[in-house]
C-alpha cells in the first residue's frame, strides 16, 4: 500500500483522532505509518499548548500526547543513537496493541 506523504489535511477532532488511533490499530490498511500519526498526534496537541481547548478536545490531549510520546520512547529504546540519527523509520510499528488502549480511553 502506498503511504500518503502526510496527513496535513486531516482536521483536527475527536473523529479525525479515533480515525488515525484506528489506523495504527490496522496499519496492514492504513493510509498513514505509524510514524505519521504519531507526527499528526503532536500537531493536534500543539495547537492547545497556549489555548484553552473546549472539553471535548481537553478529553483528547493526553492520548495525543502519549502516542507522540510512546512512539519516541519505542524508538529510543529499540534504536542506536546513530541509527536515531540516520533512520526515516517510515516502516517502523508500534504494537497494535496499544493503539487499541488509547481507543479504549477514548470510548
Same mark, same amino acid.
Given at each position: 500500500?502506498?503511504?500518503?506523504?502526510?496527513?496535513?489535511?486531516?482536521?483536527? =477532532?475527536?473523529?479525525?483522532?479515533?480515525?488515525?488511533?484506528? *489506523?495504527?490499530?490496522?496499519?496492514?490498511?492504513?493510509? @498513514?505509518?505509524?510514524?505519521?500519526?504519531?507526527?499528526?498526534?503532536?500537531?493536534? *496537541?500543539?495547537? @492547545?499548548? &497556549?489555548?484553552?481547548?473546549?472539553? &471535548?478536545?481537553?478529553?483528547?490531549?493526553?492520548?495525543?500526547?502519549?502516542?507522540? =510520546?510512546? *512512539?519516541?520512547? @519505542?524508538?529510543? %529504546?529499540? @534504536?542506536?543513537?546513530?541509527?536515531?540519527?540516520? %533512520?526515516?523509520?517510515? %516502516?517502523?510499528?508500534?504494537?497494535?496493541?496499544?493503539?487499541?488502549? *488509547?481507543?479504549?480511553?477514548?470510548?
Amino acid at each position: 500500500m502506498q503511504l500518503k506523504d502526510h496527513a496535513d489535511n486531516i482536521p483536527f =477532532t475527536r473523529e479525525s483522532v479515533l480515525k488515525m488511533l484506528t *489506523w495504527g490499530a490496522n496499519p496492514e490498511t492504513s493510509p @498513514y505509518s505509524h510514524k505519521q500519526i504519531a507526527e499528526w498526534c503532536d500537531r493536534f *496537541w500543539c495547537q @492547545y499548548l &497556549e489555548v484553552d481547548a473546549e472539553p &471535548e478536545i481537553e478529553f483528547l490531549l493526553p492520548v495525543l500526547t502519549d502516542v507522540e =510520546t510512546q *512512539w519516541d520512547l @519505542y524508538l529510543a %529504546n529499540k @534504536y542506536s543513537l546513530e541509527e536515531l540519527r540516520t %533512520n526515516d523509520f517510515k %516502516n517502523e510499528q508500534m504494537p497494535k496493541e496499544w493503539f487499541n488502549d *488509547w481507543l479504549r480511553q477514548l470510548a
